[in-house]
């Protein structure tokens, strides 16, 4: 820093105006270089103002507008920042200053000290006699060395006539730099020339306040928008002030316009960025849910209501704690817990489930939705995440597997295959017992419509398509039937078929649901019971017919003889009798079990 040499940075006239105090500090603010204007002005303060900082020279209650125009310049080296503060007062002498302060730069292009050149803003007189000792300057010198003094200061300088057309005397070269256009051609007079550049709608307003400051011979500061050369629209902040000259008798407007777009540029975006938090503070203190901020070292720095309801926790009592640190528990997910600090470390958003631990030690669980943040530099600043309880769905989901897995556990040993038919979204859903139950692999790429509507025996085709449409219709809402399907091998298969259907709250039709079991052994068993009760049958038959047919001669044989003296011995008679009519039951006895047999058979 020492090697700084204020002579090969600004003219001669600049160093040693009467006008503008000319100051070099380094980044903390200590003195380099004063040039005698600024000397003068602030000896009483130190005689060798190197020792004491800039901030010794300022009214104490303006120190931190003037640091906060330092750091700004520090932050952003582009920049020329603008600020006015007071003089630091020896009793009743003290005077108002402005001051442009721009970063000064090194050959690599880093800051190494700050440049700030002020003048007195303390009275529109001030103003003039500074005015008027810079015009003596000017007279001293050439104008093109004039310029290339004026030429370092961030801003425009002019001065014009109090007539009504506001007649140019003088405008400094940096006009072309803001409008575009060069200072010949606006030197005519302001309404004819610099007045045409400004917005129609912000007209009016800088006049008023010109007038205002010739009719009051005061000063006035406004900002209002230009339209350069280009088209482009600008914004621009003009000080400036009305004096009598003394020696002319005229009444001057000496001032300075600077180009202030990218300050407005930056305070557009500040208002929508605060617009935006505004409104984002707004959603997560009137969320259910659980909104955190934390930084770019995963340290909480900001809970909403709804955290502090579902965690137990206030902000005071999280604030400071590290992400994830709720996930240690007596059943903590270690696995989940590396998930977590893998992304945090790499900067990644992640949507995952966790079990989570309040502050009474109560385990729920939390669907965390993380995001990380940027700024516009695309700078990580931190994270925000947004948690739901879903503790509720979970146990939800735990005790609808659970009894999934029973279901599943009946349905194998039943040998039942379950079947979906989703008519919202036009898809049937099979599970893999249902393809085992039709001779196919859980994978093949054939759908299962295709697959029932192949294997469907031709004879039963017809008859399940008109159940299912009296199903999808609503004409049933239960239903049963057995059909015959064949599988890949030719084999050919009873199938039992349940279904119910499924409504929404108007009455629709959204899914049938239902269930296939291959009944084909009980079906082969019934029917080889049939055939060996036909057999019986055909016994029976015979039994009753062709066994009685001689029975009955040998009934008629008996009742004829018992009506006649022929029959000696009574007693061998009687026995006959018996045994004929004993026989004629038996018969009448396998004639009725036959005829049960063919209605036990028929139900």
């Known amino acids: 820093m020492d090697q700084i040499k204020p002579d090969q940075l600004f003219p001669e006239q600049l160093l040693n105006s009467l006008v503008f105090s000319v100051v070099i500090t380094d980044l903390e603010g200590r003195f380099m270089y004063v040039n005698p204007l600024f000397q003068y002005k602030f000896a009483h303060i130190a005689p060798d103002l190197k020792k004491i900082h800039f901030s010794d020279t300022v009214f104490a209650d303006d120190i931190r507008l003037c640091n906060e125009a330092a750091r700004e310049c520090i932050r952003h080296p582009e920049k020329h920042i603008t600020v006015t503060v007071r003089k630091a007062a020896e009793e009743d002498d003290y005077f108002w200053t402005t001051w442009e302060v721009s970063v000064l730069k090194n050959e ?34 050439q104008q093109e060395q004039f310029r290339s003094m004026i030429g370092h200061i961030p801003g425009v300088l002019y001065r014009c006539v109090a007539d009504e057309p506001l007649t140019i ?16 051609n606006l030197h005519t007079s302001r309404e004819e020339g610099f007045n045409t550049l400004i917005l129609e709608e912000d007209l009016d307003m800088v006049k008023t306040a010109i007038q205002q400051a010739i009719s009051q011979k005061h000063h006035f500061e406004i900002e209002y928008r230009i339209h350069d050369k280009e088209g482009n629209l600008k914004w621009v902040f003009e000080r400036g002030g009305a004096a009598q000259d003394p020696e002319d008798g005229n009444i001057y407007i000496d001032g300075s316009i600077f180009d202030i777009t990218s300050r407005k540029q930056v305070e557009a975006a500040l208002e929508r960025s605060e617009d935006e938090v505004k409104r984002l503070a707004l959603v ?28 137990g926790y206030t902000l005071d009592e999280i604030r400071g704690k590290k992400i994830g640190f709720s996930l240690d528990g007596p059943k903590a997910d270690e696995k989940a817990k590396v998930r977590l600090m893998h992304a945090l470390n790499n900067k990644l958003s992640f949507k995952e489930e966790f079990l989570s631990y309040t502050k009474s030690g109560k385990p729920i669980w939390l669907e965390v939705d993380c995001q990380p943040l940027f700024d516009e530099s695309n700078n990580h600043i931190g994270f925000m995440a947004i948690e739901s309880d879903v503790t509720r769905r979970r146990n939800a989901q735990m005790e609808q597997q659970e009894l999934l897995q029973r279901l599943t556990l009946a349905t194998d040993s039943a040998k039942i295959g379950i079947w979906e038919i989703d008519l919202a979204e036009d898809k049937i859903i099979w599970d893999e017992k249902m393809f085992e139950l039709y001779g196919y692999e859980k994978d093949t790429p054939l759908p299962p419509y ?37 599988t890949p091998n030719g084999k050919v298969r009873h199938i039992e ?32 019971l049939k055939t060996q009760n036909k057999v019986l049958r055909d016994i029976a038959f015979i039994q009753s017919h062709e066994v009685r047919r001689p029975l009955a001669n040998i009934l008629a044989v008996i009742e004829v003889l018992n009506n006649s003296d022929v029959v000696q011995n009574k007693e061998i008679f009687d026995h006959l009798i018996e045994s004929a009519n004993e026989l004629d039951m038996q018969i009448r006895s396998i004639v009725k079990k036959t005829n049960n047999l063919d209605g036990l058979m028929a139900g």
Not at 117 to 135: N, R
């Open 108 to 141: 690599q292009g880093y800051g190494v000290g700050i440049v700030s050149i002020g003048h007195d803003v303390t009275s529109t007189d001030s103003v003039h006699s500074k005015m008027l000792a810079l015009s003596g300057e000017m007279k001293k010198m």
């Open 169 to 184: 005397d003088f405008f400094s070269d940096s006009v072309e730099q803001l409008t575009g256009f060069d200072a010949n």
């Open 284 to 311: 997560a203190h009137n969320t259910t849910n659980s909104v955190l901020i934390a930084d770019k070292q995963q340290q909480i720095i900001w809970v909403n209501e709804g955290f502090s309801r579902i965690s």
């Open 450 to 486: 295709k697959i029932w509507k192949r294997a469907m025996h031709p004879d039963d085709l017809e008859m399940m398509q008109r159940i299912i449409g009296q199903l999808i219709e609503g004409q049933r809402e239960i239903d049963a039937a057995v059909y015959r399907i064949i």
């Open 497 to 528: 078929s349940h279904a119910i259907i499924k409504k929404s709250p108007a009455g629709k039709v959204l899914r049938l649901i239902g269930t296939n079991r291959n009944i084909t052994e009980d079906v082969l068993v019934q029917e080889k």
